[in-house]
């Protein structure tokens, strides 16, 4: 069993930064791919990045690319995601998603479909 926690989320201005974390509990999190995705109110979850267990293999959409940053810390069982250039239309609830694959599934799944476990979300709102 596997409990995802985010923080990190809030309010910002169009052009600032965020850093969500999520931390797991389990001994096992170093097995689990991990990674983010999002959902604004009347839109379907989307993809946002993901990580493989070892770090070295990673995943973002294009939306974010050369924006957002992902990464682990196996030994603090967390992942953090780092957004820079934040726009308006990056607002939505963040939830963090652990899946006992690779990160290329993470990547190609719909919506998140078929995730292991979940965060409860944390909300980033970008005003313009």
Not at 12 to 19: I, P
Not at 23 to 28: C, F, Q, V, W
Not at 31 to 57: C, H, L, N
């Amino acid at each position: 069993q596997v409990q995802l926690v985010e923080s990190g989320g809030g309010l910002v201005q169009a052009g600032g930064s965020l850093r969500l974390s999520c931390a797991a509990s389990g001994r096992t999190f170093s097995s689990y791919a991990m990674g983010w995705f999002r959902q604004d109110p009347g839109k379907e979850r989307e993809f946002v990045t993901a990580i493989s267990w070892t770090g070295t293999i990673i995943y973002y959409a294009d939306s974010v690319k050369g924006r957002f940053t992902i990464s682990r810390d196996n030994a603090k069982n967390t992942v953090y995601l780092q957004m820079n250039s934040l726009k308006p239309e990056d607002t939505a609830v963040y939830y963090c998603a652990a899946y006992l694959g690779t990160a290329q599934a993470m990547r190609v799944s719909i919506g998140g479909n078929g995730m292991h476990y979940w965060g409860k979300g944390t909300r980033v709102t970008v005003s313009s």
